[in-house]
């Protein structure tokens, strides 16, 4: 295994009725802005919740973040931020509203210029607003981690930054709220999740039997409950439940710690959704089976491994367990509906093109933390799912 510092401080309350506790968890005092997305909390009832538990407090909303958050509608939120005082956020929503709400945080409190800095040139924060979360859409693991994914509409870029100051202090996990999700939001989550689980585990072994059981053990989870997810015609308390959790395991820290992790999936993916504005679990769903087949040799060994512990194959030729592995990846996701192919959502080789262009211009040789995808790689990883 390999050394690392694990540090995850933030506070899950996890269950039905758990935003009786919120008014509890916000310091006394405060001056809240809390952020909404596009309305679907006050359809499901969880606005009145949350507005209840606020009563204490002095409270500005902010409600439009949009799915893929831009730079630019965060951007008024700061300017509120800054004209109310604000010292706390909260942020009542999907992984959307959540990334959208740690940028807020931290461009809140950054001096430099301009805060898309904090993305395009890594500039390492030095503070932030405190922030707390109501979960509504279990996918990104967003409640707990220090991850934000944010898209400057400008110039069609989906870029990420990471920092502990903008880990929520508390995040409030209630399965019950993700019963107004539609189906394909369902799959969305279930896909997400699966793909954090798999940019963890399949690269390269480094004798880490704890990180590698706890991995398939989500991945097993997110199958046999996402197959059930989709076969109920009304959601189950219990099955709702357990998918949350596992969305949350899988990117809370623990299964990355001390292995070797990849994030290829995720970082070729985000200019499918920057160039086209596909929902990010529908372009891991193209990008991870063209990518797996790409690497099946230099990852053989984990690639194997994957096929007998989470897909139970038992075929002894190794090599066809791998691509039987792949295959039944595949169809999991097409079984939930995705869509895996580029063409099916009327996308073409140009795409590829300006994606290759774009990681050039970058100056990127490679991508992934393990440097073994190079650039015509990622092209024949797309044009293998055209
Ligand atoms: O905006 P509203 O009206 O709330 O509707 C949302 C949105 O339209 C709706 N929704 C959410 N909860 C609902 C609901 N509808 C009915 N009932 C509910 N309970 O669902 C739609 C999608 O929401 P969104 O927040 O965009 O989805 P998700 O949670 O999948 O978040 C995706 C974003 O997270 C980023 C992605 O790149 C993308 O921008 N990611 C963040 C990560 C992180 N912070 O660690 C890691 C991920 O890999 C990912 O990149
Ligand atoms: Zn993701």
């Not at 604000?86 to 942020?91: C, E, S, T, W």
């Not at 308390?237 to 992790?261: F, H, P, Q």
């Not at 066809?320 to 169809?331: F, G, L, P, Y």
């Amino acid at each position: 295994m390999e050394n690392f510092n694990f540090y995850n401080p933030v506070k899950i309350l996890f269950g039905k009725g758990k935003t009786s506790e919120l008014s509890t968890l916000i310091p006394a005092n405060a001056k809240v802005l809390m952020t909404y997305g596009g309305g679907s909390i006050k359809k499901n009832g969880v606005y009145e919740q949350v507005i209840q538990q606020l009563k204490p407090f002095q409270v500005v909303e902010f409600g439009g973040i949009e799915p893929n958050p831009r730079y630019e509608t965060c951007m008024k939120a700061v300017a509120l931020v800054k004209q109310h005082d604000i010292d706390f956020l909260l942020a009542v929503g999907g992984g959307s509203v959540l990334d959208g709400t740690k940028f807020i945080a931290a461009a809140s409190k950054y001096a430099h210029g301009d805060p898309w800095d904090i993305l395009s040139k890594h500039v390492l924060i030095q503070d932030a607003v405190s922030l707390g979360a109501v979960l509504t859409l279990p996918a990104t693991g967003s409640e707990m981690n220090g991850g934000a994914v944010i898209t400057k509409e400008e110039t069609q870029e989906k870029l990420a930054f990471v920092s502990p100051l903008v880990m929520p202090k508390f995040s409030i996990l209630d399965p019950v709220f993700t019963f107004s999700l539609p189906r394909h939001q369902v799959a969305n989550g279930i896909v997400d999740a699966f793909v954090h689980v798999m940019e963890q585990y399949l690269t390269y072994p480094v004798n880490s039997p704890v990180q590698d059981r706890f991995a398939e053990s989500l991945l097993i989870t997110l199958i046999e409950e996402g197959n059930l997810a989709m076969q109920q015609t009304t959601p189950v308390y219990e099955n709702r439940a357990n998918l949350m959790w596992a969305a949350t395991m899988a990117l809370n820290g623990i299964i990355g710690a001390g292995v070797k992790s990849d994030w290829a999936t995720h970082t070729i993916g985000h200019e499918l959704t920057a160039f086209h504005g596909l929902d990010h679990a529908v372009t891991l769903a193209i990008v991870l089976p063209g990518l797996l087949r790409q690497v099946k040799e230099k990852r053989h060994e984990k690639l194997s491994q994957f096929a007998y512990r989470v897909w139970n194959i038992r075929e002894l030729d190794s090599k066809k367990a791998c691509e039987m592995a792949i295959d039944k990846t595949e169809a999991f996701f097409r079984s939930l509906g995705m869509l895996t192919k580029l063409h099916e959502h009327t996308i073409h080789e140009d795409t590829i093109d300006k994606i290759i262009l774009r990681f050039g211009q970058r100056n990127m040789k490679s991508v992934g933390n393990q440097q073994d995808i190079s650039l015509v790689e990622v092209k024949m990883i797309l044009k293998s799912q055209l």
